[in-house]
């Protein structure tokens, strides 16, 4: 069953803007898991542009859900993550000039540090992730540095879909939807786990919901969004009946084999 990992960063964007106490990011995870969230993600930059150490120490302290932990493959970072423990580190590209992560992880370029960082975190327990665009190369890099879960970049998809009027069926739509799914394909045949996200909403979620093997989506602006007008908890709740919506579309739930089961 495909999972839904909420990421939480503006609600202390929202704080940091004033330097104050409020909003605080570990009511959102509450609000969020509450919401039907199987996970938290924050990412804890090295400007703290928004998430800050304590935040982070609070949510391993307090969640009752998956803490995702993304970050730059730092030795500042590493050693944060190995103290902290999260279930799941992602490794992501970092600059201090962009607003928001806006590409995949060069793994290829720096596969030795990154091998290295993947090792210390395996040794702490934790599952190390990658963020990477849907690019051969890269996952078969990720393989090589022992990454056991590979996050597909769906920005291109996401910013297609809007330039073409939200056509889902536009060619260039689903031209960049093909790169996902044979990326799915790549990951999953080298055995890592396939996840998914970067400015997805609730208007483009669905068909990357349908993708064959996908097992967790990370969405955060949207929600977030969303959440000014409707509330965290129902802002969660509406994102995660479209992603089993769609997912239930491609695999139907067999009433005889749900009645055996129960």
């Known amino acids: 069953m495909i999972e839904l990992g909420v990421n939480i960063d503006h609600i202390a964007t929202i704080r940091q803007a004033r330097q104050t ?11 969020a898991h509450l919401g039907g969230a199987d996970g938290i993600t924050v990412h804890l930059r090295e400007d703290r542009r928004h998430i800050q150490d304590h935040d982070v120490e ?15 493959a730092t030795d500042e970072m590493v050693d944060i993550a190995c103290r902290i423990r999260p279930e799941m580190a992602m490794l992501v590209p970092e600059g201090r000039h962009e607003i928001t992560t806006e590409g995949g992880l060069n793994i290829v ?13 395996g040794e ?12 051969l190369p890269q996952i078969e890099a990720a393989a090589r540095i022992g990454a056991r ?25 689903l031209a960049e939807l093909e790169k996902i ?16 996200g970067h400015a997805l909403n609730y208007f483009n979620v669905q068909p990357v ?9 990370h ?28 997912q239930a579309s491609v695999n139907p739930v067999n009433p005889a084999a749900q009645a055996a089961a129960s």
Not at 181 to 196: D, P, Q, V
């Open 21 to 31: 106490y409020e909003p605080d990011p570990v009511w959102g995870a509450v609000e």
């Open 58 to 72: 609070k949510l391993r302290l307090l969640t009752q859900i998956k803490l995702n932990l993304e970050m730059a």
């Open 109 to 121: 370029g720096q596969e030795a540090k990154l091998k290295r960082a993947v090792a210390r975190l």
């Open 124 to 135: 702490a327990g934790i599952i190390s992730s990658v963020f990477i665009d849907a690019e």
């Open 149 to 173: 879960v590979c996050e597909i970049h769906t920005g291109p998809y996401a910013h297609a879909f809007h330039a073409k009027g939200r056509d889902a069926e536009s060619p260039a739509v």
């Open 181 to 196: 799914r044979n990326a799915s394909e790549a990951i999953r045949s080298l055995g890592m786990r396939f996840n998914a």
């Open 209 to 217: 919901a349908r993708l064959p093997g996908i097992h967790e989506l």
């Open 219 to 246: 969405i955060g602006h949207a929600i977030i969004s969303r959440a000014v007008f409707t509330g965290l908890r129902e802002a969660v709740r509406e994102m995660k009946r479209l992603m089993r919506e769609a």
